[in-house]
């Protein structure tokens, strides 16, 4: 290892003074001015890792829906999955380490993981589109080099772009041409396929308005337009021409704030959606003709898709083990519609995407979805080869029909991770195909009333949680209070649990009406509170 080189490009990239950071589901996010050196440092770590797995890694530099002066980094996996936990801790280390520690955790991470360092490394780097983006990706690419690694910089591209390029790389372009371009042919062409059977009648159904947070998101489809079918017709709002990225737009604030963003005007039963600031986030929403908004987020986004998808495999007549992957926040009524009337199974997991796709990859089909509308759907090897097998081989007209349309729906689903591009191209395919507005989307079910609250709390460690972050295990006796508590209420339910990321704790509750759902959350708030005093916590 050239440590002369590293030693030289550390002391351009110096760590500030008494700041600690952790590297989590969404990487390294503070504001940018203290980013240089984790950015020099993640590219380092980047060719260690690409030299011990002997695949392309990815460097993506963004902090996604956080305000315009934040920005953040966040390593690619070689299937373009996110960074192994163990991976994680290192780069943790890493980035905290003091300059003369820096040599010896590289050392350490090359013996630990038996890297060879002489083994050809290759990374991939993109950025958002944040005004502090191109000077930190630099920092990422004097990392690489130091330690003699090749790098492809994209420059601005979608997060969920740079994961699909690596997928691509990894994977010998067997899942695709790892280019922008490739990205765009082929979600294209599968959108096209699938929407093939869609009525005529139907075009104005295929009309959308999409806020694109100020963000990456409007630069990627605009480029994108031109290669898409003349029957979608989308109309681009925030595209970052006049205002700052994230504000006060965005998948985020819609979902937060149960608003339209600024600067997108909606007239009654209009279909619109927002991305966020790196476009793997979707919601949809629309205003009904009293003028009222309604927020159509992730749960629906997994139920549309997770029953398009089942009746697409009855028709084949494969008995495919699906299912669809929730967390504690999803509204309770979309796991009783998916359960009781779709016949879908649902396994709850701990929050985090990560988690969500662990679970999700045990399935022949794994549909997950965060309310927040971040999700993507897995597809098995083996049920892909299935289906791909049906849609050229199956002699009964309606199966294998069938079967093309299951087969276009794996190459417009972005498999890597959940991609706002991708996702709404799923989500009006499915529309136009089954004739649905928006308005009958989002009357699938209704939504329980609930609410859920951040409390700020000295140490979120005295809260403990098991059963998937749905029950508390400390403070003891404080689960055993709520189950008290919601047995008073029909459908409710409430829960607590601690921030992965923060020193607060979230507290949610929902019931069969919004006076309820209130009166539960304010009665676990104060339990919570009694039971955190008593065990000599401060709140």
């Known amino acids: 290892m050239d440590f002369e080189a590293v030693a030289k490009y550390s002391a351009l990239h110096l760590k500030p003074a008494g700041l600690s950071l952790q590297y989590g589901t969404a990487g390294f996010r503070t504001k940018a001015g203290h980013l240089d ?41 070689p299937l373009g999955e996110m960074l192994t936990s163990a991976w994680e801790e290192y780069a943790t280390r890493l980035a905290n380490a003091e300059e003369q520690e820096i040599q010896s955790i590289l050392t350490e991470i090359c013996q630990k993981e038996a890297v060879k360092l002489h083994q050809y490394a290759s990374v991939f780097i993109g950025r958002d589109t944040r005004p502090s983006s191109e000077k930190l990706s630099q920092s990422v690419i004097d990392g690489v080099s130091a330690l003699g690694g090749q790098y492809h910089d994209y420059g601005l591209v979608t997060t969920p772009q740079l994961h699909y390029m690596v997928c691509c790389q990894n994977t010998q372009e067997h899942y695709g041409k790892a280019t922008v371009e490739g990205y765009y042919q082929k979600l294209s062409k599968a ?8 009525s005529s009648s139907g075009d104005d159904q295929m009309c959308l308005k999409i806020d694109c947070a100020n963000g990456i998101g409007a630069l990627k489809l605009k480029e994108m337009e031109r290669n898409l079918p003349k029957k979608l017709l989308i109309h681009l709002y925030n595209d970052g021409t006049k205002e700052k990225l994230n504000h006060l737009c965005g998948a985020d604030f819609v979902k937060v704030h149960q608003k339209p963003p600024l600067g997108l005007e909606i007239k009654p039963n209009e279909r619109c959606c927002s991305f966020d600031g790196d476009a793997d986030r979707i919601v949809y929403y629309y205003n009904d003709t009293a003028g009222h ?22 028709k084949i007549g494969q008995t495919l083990k699906m299912a669809v992957i929730q967390t504690a926040y999803a509204n309770g ?11 879908v199974p649902v396994h709850c997991t701990k929050t985090g995407v990560k988690h969500l796709h662990h679970k999700a990859q045990e399935f022949d089909i794994g549909v997950y979805f965060e309310a927040n509308g971040h ?5 098995s090897k083996a049920a892909e080869e299935k289906i791909r097998h049906m849609a050229k081989e199956e002699k009964e007209n309606q199966k294998r029909e069938a079967a093309k349309m299951l087969e276009n729906t794996i190459d417009l689903i972005n498999q890597t991770v959940g991609d706002a591009i991708s996702d709404m191209l799923v989500i009006e395919a499915i529309l136009a195909l089954k004739g649905l507005t928006v308005q009958q989307w989002d009357a699938i079910y209704t939504d329980l009333p609930n609410r859920q609250l951040k409390v700020k709390i000295a140490d979120r460690r005295v809260i403990d949680t098991t059963d998937a972050e749905r029950r508390a295990v400390t403070p003891a006796g404080l689960q055993e209070k709520i189950d008290e508590l919601v047995k008073k209420y029909r459908v409710s339910r409430a829960f607590v649990r601690p921030s992965g990321t923060e020193d607060v704790v979230r507290v949610y509750s929902e019931a069969d009406t919004q006076v309820r759902a209130e009166t539960i959350w304010e009665r676990a708030y104060i339990l919570m509170t009694l039971f955190l005093f008593s065990s000599h916590s401060e709140i």
């Open 37 to 77: 050196h984790v950015m020099y440092r993640m590219g380092l770590l980047a060719v260690l890792r690409s030299r011990q797995t002997k695949s392309t890694i990815g460097v993506m530099v963004t902090a996604s829906h956080n305000p315009e002066e934040d920005n953040g980094v966040k390593l690619v996996d």
């Open 191 to 198: 959108f096209g396929e699938l929407t093939k059977q869609a």
């Open 293 to 314: 908004f309604h927020l159509v987020d992730g749960d629906k986004i997994a139920t549309l898709i997770s029953t398009f998808i089942k009746e697409l495999l009855m």
């Open 333 to 343: 009524s979309s796991t009783r519609y998916l359960e009781e009337t779709m016949k």
């Open 375 to 379: 999700g993507t759907v897995l597809f």
